[in-house]
């Protein structure tokens, strides 16, 4: 038997940490049910985002030495969001981050002029190669999202937002 000099006192503290876990996982319920309500909507929200963040990437990317002249064809597709993890939690909200794992789909042309020769005369390029080049790689990208469960409005209102994707934009071209 292990002697307590204050019972009250002890039961007082495990009645209180008891009081928290409780608090923590009721937290941890609501935030699981307001990602699932908009996990349709959040998973559109991120492919749409990274068709930008790629076809923005893709333009302005140079292969060979050269810019792109087109981007002909993008698509995000085979994509799956892995389970999220949270990884920081405050008083009405909390930071959740998962992965998302897709294929990228892309032809980008542009002009080689390695074998071209420059008319100064007429001022025009000769014998220009125009090459396509498909892109097709599957790459692996974290999310974050922000679950506000507990918003100043009521817990109706509760919702979540898209923060951000760390797209390291590393591309095999």
Do not use: C
């Not at 559109?44 to 990274?50: G, R």
């Amino acid at each position: 038997m292990i002697p307590i000099k204050d019972f009250k006192e002890y039961i007082s503290k495990k009645a209180i940490e008891l009081q928290k876990k409780e608090k923590h996982n009721e937290k941890l319920k609501w935030i699981d049910r307001i990602y699932k309500k908009y996990k349709g909507e959040l998973e559109t929200e991120v492919v749409n985002e990274l068709k930008n963040i790629y076809t923005d990437y893709l333009k302005y990317h140079y292969i060979d030495n050269f810019q792109f002249e087109s981007l002909d064809y993008i698509e995000i597709s085979e994509y799956s969001f892995s389970e999220y993890s949270i990884n920081f939690i405050r008083k009405n909200s909390a930071d959740i981050e998962l992965n998302v794992e897709f294929t990228l789909d892309s032809e980008v042309t542009y002009d080689d002029y390695s074998s071209a020769w420059y008319d100064r005369e007429d001022e025009v390029w000769n014998f220009v190669d125009t090459i396509s080049k498909t892109i097709n790689e599957k790459i692996v990208l974290p999310v974050s999202f922000e679950v506000e469960f507990n918003p100043p409005s009521g817990q109706e209102f509760a919702f979540v937002k898209f923060k951000a994707i760390d797209d390291n934009r590393n591309i095999k071209l």
